[in-house]
């Protein structure tokens, strides 16, 4: 079943205000960017977003006023600095963090993916975060006190990965849970550096990540995850994390940053253009 | 599995440097916590831990396997400003991922994880998710990531704290992001090393001590600097220094660009 | 993702075979059962519906795709009477595991898979554990591999019986391994296909009912070969025949050596 | 750390009288067949083996008077037939089979190897397994009902992989789950068809299935898992199953089996010289 969009705005469409989303990859590297900015254009709003730790894919659509509540364990830019929208949205009282740990999340995300009501997990005990996440439960099996945490089952889950082919198997390569990610939600939206045939997919089945009866739609964005990195493909773009930093510092100058890279750019191609990446026709 | 017994240091014998910088010392100093065998883990935005696991790896713990959430025994070309990065995957015997690395520490497989915080209190309690009300934060920090898990999950404990200060060492944290209190984690709650000094706790009592001062550090600049009441054992002896052999592998193979300082 | 509708037969124009044998009259009716689009599940020693899989792919269902607990969506080079080898993940997109088979199905993304046991009742129990008493067996039986959770998770279930016999369709079986009488199961039961006739559930009482008898098989035949009473529509319709197209994929390309035969 | 033990008879020397096994591959594929069979030369009794599906792996350990207890969800020879000691020593009383469902152990498996004391999930309802298997629990969250099954956690996991370094980095081709099997183990014993640097194993991480910090031995067995095949490098040994099972019928003449495939060839060269697989000098 032929599962390829022709752009960006069509994959974005399918991203409804009020969605729950998760996102592939990490602070620097295997962010869908080029799938978020294509969302942020399209005024989506209200969107629950659930990571374990992430930074800018995060931080630019609580930027961008999408997000009313983000689930996670971490946000920010590691040895880079703090994320600025998010702090500040978090300290003007404008965004509900629901703060917990990162195997807490995952392990909610991985029943999801299984299709169960909860998991289980050892740990939190003793943290302020087990106040806080109330909807999290002890339990004693013989002596043994375990916690049980309630899937999360996303509307949507956005991955930018390697590469698939028409039908919708997923490759990447190095370090990644985007099998237990996609398979947790409904609608499962993918990003490739490359459309690749199947007979390529069936040469290297070690490196499918989600198959494509899992997926939902891919679209063909080369260098999609910039400004972060692609393992192996790519590095991330410090100089731009820098600006991105430097121009988060106020949230008017935010603004700027946004009409430049991602309400002026009306297309992945020219954003790819505006920043020197396009690659050569 | 079981832990191998801490080995007395392999460095005794070898020349010291008297010309490090307190990056260096503190990297040298962790690097000394790791036992040859370990199965070691960081977090997310732990420079300073990366270069001590690749500097004890060299050195006194060749057997030592780093798990991070990138890959198992990682062999990155160069440092960075970010921890969790594929390049710290570079050459790794196998791929990891997020939920697995914790999955190993669950199952008790990783003897040592190295964690830091913006505050901790004498009972080892730390804050990494907030600064003032919790509802209404003067300052939003990022989160813990996986503390409040790994805090019960793995063997042994290291923190790695680069600015003493008292107001980084209150009384009492604002939110425990990391428990230090908590009956599972007490014994497990190893050292706390310092740009000043290295600590460790009271088995009994769960109180932090002070086990060794940095060279040039006196024990009342330690107290000044800490928000409650160190233990102190009859006699401080003097941090050991980091070795010739330490500092030329920092400078030359592992941070030639001087990453370390901006990991502080 | 929901299911597509079931559309009429694509071949409904197509030339009927009339020398087909009965293993290809009941691959061809088992691929019938399968739906473009489905993601579909097969068992160990399941060799006829392993073929009717690949036969249903060829055919009217070019998007349906194979989970089995090799790969995905294999493209196996010959036929075997092992249905759990690594020759059925030849080809796939995507290497897959016993856990992941079970979690997809348990996540809701198998829409439909083929089961066999030793003996089956009205209410569409099966039995693959052990004949006579439990305890003290007169044949101990392999076990029903993942059946048990299966007919829980598997969206619509079609079971094959290549020996129609009374003994086999008992009113009750020796020992339930596969559940057919739970309210979750009942709904998921779809059809029985055997040597003789192919049978589904009433939805109201969950009784099993006659559907079609196969060519030359007669009510009375298919009544004295269970030994229960089947509910009995008005009119019974003899099943379709196989298509000169699908035998002849069966013969050349599918499975030129005839292991059909062995796996009935 | 150097794990690699100089041959079989070591590597068996690690399994106790007594000890909980599991056991790599399926029917027909990747089963430890010549760590089993020095297993057997040694006259380890009493193990309690657990499977989710085999064969040959199990009835030959069972036919050897090994084993105490097997807990499983299916053992046989799929279109081969029954598996005869199998079936013998349970018709006859003489075998404690705990029947389960495949994934019902998978997850007690899992559940060890997460470290956790049970795993939920979903099914059995309506089956008698359910009134078999009375470690099983039901537990209702809101308003489902899930099993939760008891973590298993073996002393011992016997597999038989591709190729590893000798720091016991375990590779694989092909479907496989055997990275929880290991973890969930206290003891790993791994016999591999070749053992490779450890630069050849940093070359392809996506292979790697269980690392050396978990794998306790390694030991270099090529056609180690003869009768039985190696994904994507030798088939399984059709002839041999048939004579295997034509020699199961009878105990006696089992023990013929037994006597000349088991205790006749003393180490692993002699049975590859028997049976005419010795990689040429």
Same mark, same amino acid.
Request: negative net charge; charged residues 20%.
């Given at each position: 079943m032929n599962k390829v969009l022709p752009n960006l705005d069509e994959a974005a469409a399918l991203v409804k205000d009020g969605d729950t989303i998760t996102i592939s990859g990490a602070f620097f590297e295997q962010a869908p960017m080029a799938l978020i900015r294509a969302i942020i254009r399209r005024g989506v709003k209200n969107l629950k977003v659930v990571v374990a730790a992430h930074g800018i894919a995060v931080d630019i659509l609580v930027g961008a006023n999408s997000v009313r509540t983000v689930t996670g364990a971490y946000v920010g830019f590691e040895g880079y600095g703090l994320a600025p929208n998010f702090r500040r949205a978090v300290e003007e009282g404008r965004l509900d963090f629901q703060e917990s740990a990162c195997f807490a999340i995952a392990s909610a995300i991985r029943a999801g993916a299984l299709g169960l009501p909860f998991m289980p997990l050892k740990g939190l005990f003793g943290s302020d975060l087990e106040q806080v996440r109330t909807e999290y439960r002890t339990f004693e099996w013989d002596d043994e006190e375990v916690l049980l945490v309630p899937a999360i089952k996303p509307d949507v889950c956005l991955v930018h990965a390697h590469r698939a082919d028409a039908e919708g198997n997923v490759q990447t390569r190095g370090s990644s849970w985007d099998d237990t990610l996609a398979e947790a939600a409904e609608r499962i939206i993918v990003t490739v550096e490359e459309i690749v045939s199947a007979e390529e997919i069936r040469r290297t089945p070690e490196f499918t990540k989600i198959p494509g009866f899992v997926t939902t739609a891919v679209v063909e964005a080369p260098r999609g995850a910039h400004p972060t990195g692609c393992p192996f493909e790519y590095d991330f773009d410090e100089a731009h994390i820098k600006r991105y930093l430097e121009m988060g510092k106020t949230a008017d100058e935010f603004q700027n940053y946004l009409d430049e890279y991602v309400y002026g750019p009306k297309t992945h191609d020219d954003y790819l253009l505006k920043m020197g990446l396009a690659v050569p026709a | 599995? =079981? /832990?191998?017994? #801490? =080995? $007395? @240091?392999?460095? $005794? #014998?070898? !020349?010291?440097?008297?010309?490090? =910088?307190?990056? /260096?010392?503190?990297? !040298?100093?962790l690097a000394r916590t790791i036992r040859d065998g370990n199965t070691v883990m960081h977090g997310v935005a732990s420079m300073i831990p990366v270069m001590a696991i690749q500097l004890a790896k060299a050195t006194h713990a060749p057997d030592m396997v780093c798990v991070n959430l990138e890959g198992v025994d990682f062999r990155p070309q160069r440092c960075y400003l970010t921890t969790e990065?594929? !390049?710290? *995957? #570079? *050459? !790794?015997?196998q791929w990891m991922s997020l939920p697995r690395m914790f999955e190993h520490a669950q199952r008790g497989r990783i003897n040592l994880g190295f964690f830091s915080g913006a505050q901790i209190d004498r009972i080892g309690n730390m804050n990494t998710s907030a600064l003032g009300d919790y509802q209404q934060p003067s300052v939003r920090l990022t989160g813990g990531a996986g503390q409040a898990i790994l805090a019960h999950t793995v063997g042994r404990i290291v923190m790695w704290l680069p600015r003493h200060e008292s107001r980084r060492f209150p009384e009492k944290v604002d939110f425990v992001t990391f428990p230090g209190h908590h009956p599972n984690v007490k014994k497990r709650l190893d050292k706390i090393v @310092?740009?000043?000094?290295?600590? *460790?706790?009271?088995?009994e009592t769960g109180y932090m001590k002070l086990i060794s001062t940095h060279p040039g550090v006196t024990v009342e600049q330690v107290q000044h600097n800490t928000g409650f009441e160190l233990l102190m054992p009859s006699e401080v002896p003097e941090t050991e220094l980091p070795t010739v052999e330490q500092v030329r592998l920092l400078r030359e193979k592992i941070d030639p660009e001087g990453v370390r300082k901006q990991g502080m």
């Open positions: - | 599995m =079981t /832990e191998k017994i #801490e =080995t $007395s @240091t392999a460095v $005794s #014998e070898a !020349a010291y440097v008297q010309d490090y =910088t307190l990056d /260096e010392l503190m990297v !040298a100093t990065y594929f !390049a710290l *995957g #570079e *050459g !790794a015997v @310092t740009n000043l000094a290295v600590m *460790g706790f009271d088995q």
